[in-house]
């Protein structure tokens, strides 16, 4: 059982490029989040989906887009990249109604 | 006043000790409670899952949530080299909407 899947592990991206990180989720989970985490900063809530074809603003939304065209993929869109979205990326899935929440193994993130 | 307040520390503690860790939150209408390990440079691994009050025994692990003083702690016995992480607490009510502490460094010394 894979749980959640996030691609790439790592990237190094100019200032002013544009990229997209991939997650999926074989648990048939209804809600999928994205958060960035910064040293000593915590976990911070990016954007969130609570199923197909529905997605919301999180805390920190800027500068991101996100899209959920079916239950298992959720990937995160990096607009013209800045230096202030460096940062380690998780994509995290929970079922509807629980309180569990599943974490991928990150995305490792740096603009140049 | 923030929804979730965890003691960054650091906490350093020898090998065979009892550790103690803990949260504090504000909303009382949350009703599941977590713990995460997240070694460096990995993502945040469920430890343990808690609904509403109690205690909760998982091997060496002890969650116990007092929703009276909306606190919540996790109990780490005989503590291991390989117990070295960070723990993050987190919690969420009925919204799947969850809410972390900024999680508490801990080193075991062998």
């Known amino acids: 059982n894979a749980g959640v899947t996030q691609t790439p592990k790592f990237r190094i991206l100019k200032i002013g490029q544009s990229m997209t990180l991939q997650c999926t989720q074989d648990?048939?989970?209804?809600?999928m989040y994205w958060y960035r985490q910064d040293p000593g900063m915590g976990l911070k809530l990016i954007y969130y989906?609570?199923?197909?074809?529905?997605?919301d603003k999180g805390e920190v939304p800027n500068g991101y887009n996100v899209s959920r065209s079916t239950t298992e993929d959720f990937p995160l869109r990096l607009e013209l990249a800045a230096p202030s979205q460096t940062s380690v990326y998780f994509c995290?899935?929970?079922?509807?109604?629980?309180?569990?929440?599943?974490f991928g193994e990150g995305s490792r993130l740096t603009v140049l | 006043q923030k929804e979730v307040e965890q003691d960054p520390g650091p906490l350093s503690v020898p090998e065979g000790a009892i550790v103690s860790l803990n949260c504090t939150y504000s909303?009382?209408?949350?009703?599941?409670f977590m713990w995460y390990r997240q070694y460096s440079r990995k993502g945040p691994e469920l430890l343990m899952y808690t609904y509403s009050s109690g205690n909760k025994e998982d091997g060496r692990f002890t969650a116990q949530v007092d929703k009276s003083s909306k606190y919540i702690s996790l109990f780490i016995r005989d503590s291991q080299p390989s117990d070295s992480a960070t723990y993050l607490c987190a919690m969420s009510g009925r919204l799947n909407q969850f809410y972390f502490g900024t999680g508490t460094s801990l080193t075991v010394i062998p």
């Open positions: 995290a899935s929970s079922r509807m109604g629980a309180g569990e929440l599943f």
């Open positions: 909303n009382s209408a949350f009703q599941y």
């Open positions: 989906s609570v199923g197909a074809g529905i997605t």
């Open positions: 648990m048939n989970h209804n809600y």
